[in-house]
């Protein structure tokens, strides 16, 4: 899908994007990183499982709600 296609390519490149991670309570984690690893499983269509490992490239904001 698309949107794999965009992080594998973030991955490849090396490049640092802004990344926002929210959590099941509302917290959230903002930052500039840059993506190391990107890890896909499961076939298109079905359900799929992400993995991936962001380094971080400055500040990180941390907003509990």
């Known amino acids: 899908n698309a949107q794999a296609t ?20 509302s917290d959230r984690i903002d930052a500039l990183c840059q993506l190391t690893s990107f890890e896909a499983e499961g076939s298109e269509g079905d359900a799929q499982t992400y993995s991936l490992t962001l380094e971080s490239s400055g500040t990180i904001t941390v907003t509990a709600v």
């Not at 965009?6 to 991955?11: A, D, G, P, V």
């Open 6 to 25: 965009t992080l594998i390519n973030r991955c490849l490149t090396g490049s640092i994007d802004a990344y926002g991670i929210v959590f099941d309570n």
